[in-house]
T-cell receptor, first 114, second 112 residues
């Protein structure tokens, strides 16, 4: 079991550029979550998938953010026209649909927008 | 408005003592409440889950209580060790286990 992996681990980009992050969940988990975390705060929910279906998206999420999970396995999170306020740690987590609902988190992708 | 609060931003205790962390919530009706540990630069790690019909849950040196009337969960670490130093996050579900919202966390430091 390799756990949840995320790539890249760090990304530095200029304001206005697009970025894409990838998350590979634990293979038998069919739920996948994206969160954003800034210093001193808890993870903030962005969106989640059950298999390939995106079941919920945060109302706080602007339309510059989009996420996909095309085959119900890995997922990508894209941010278009990045802004300095997008600088944060982006965390991915996966869980089994039934059971204890515990989420297994990846190491995160740290985004810095200059 | 909906809110989750954790007692203090930081908590310092002496090694061997019991650490007690608090999670209070407003305008939520969670069926599940979870506690996670997060070390700097890493993702959170699941510790314990407690259901709305459970009063208490234990795992080794950890104990969680859940009072749906007070809208509060307490997280205890007994016989604390410096290795327990980390940020502890509570999370509760918004929709029957489908979507969890996290509190801001409490940074615990156990001093030798």
């Amino acid at each position: 079991d390799t756990g949840v992996s995320q790539n890249p681990r760090h990304k530095i980009t200029k304001r206005g550029q697009n970025v894409t992050f990838r998350c590979d969940p634990i293979s038998e988990h069919n739920r996948l979550y994206w969160y954003r975390q800034t210093l001193g705060q808890g993870p903030e929910f962005l969106t989640y998938f059950q298999n390939e279906a995106q079941l919920e998206k945060s109302r706080l999420l602007s339309d510059r953010f989009s996420a996909e999970r095309p085959k119900g396995s890995f997922s990508t999170l894209e941010i278009q026209r990045t802004e300095q306020g997008d600088s944060a740690m982006y965390l991915c987590a996966s869980s089994a649909a039934k059971g204890s609902y515990e989420q297994y988190f990846g190491p995160g992708t740290r985004l810095t927008v200059t | 408005s909906q809110k989750i609060e954790q007692n203090s931003e930081a908590l310092n205790i002496q090694e061997g003592k019991t650490a007690t962390l608090t999670c209070n919530y407003t305008n939520y009706s969670p069926a599940y409440l979870q506690w996670y540990r997060q070390d700097p630069g890493r993702g959170p790690v699941f510790l314990l889950l407690i259901r709305e019909n459970e009063k208490e849950k234990r795992k080794e040196r950890l104990k969680v209580t859940f009072d749906t009337t007070l809208k509060q969960s307490l997280f205890h670490i007994t016989a604390s060790q410096p290795a327990d130093s980390a940020t502890y996050l509570c999370a509760l579900d918004k929709a029957r286990g489908q979507n969890f919202v996290f509190g801001p966390g409490t940074r615990l430091s156990v001093l030798p």
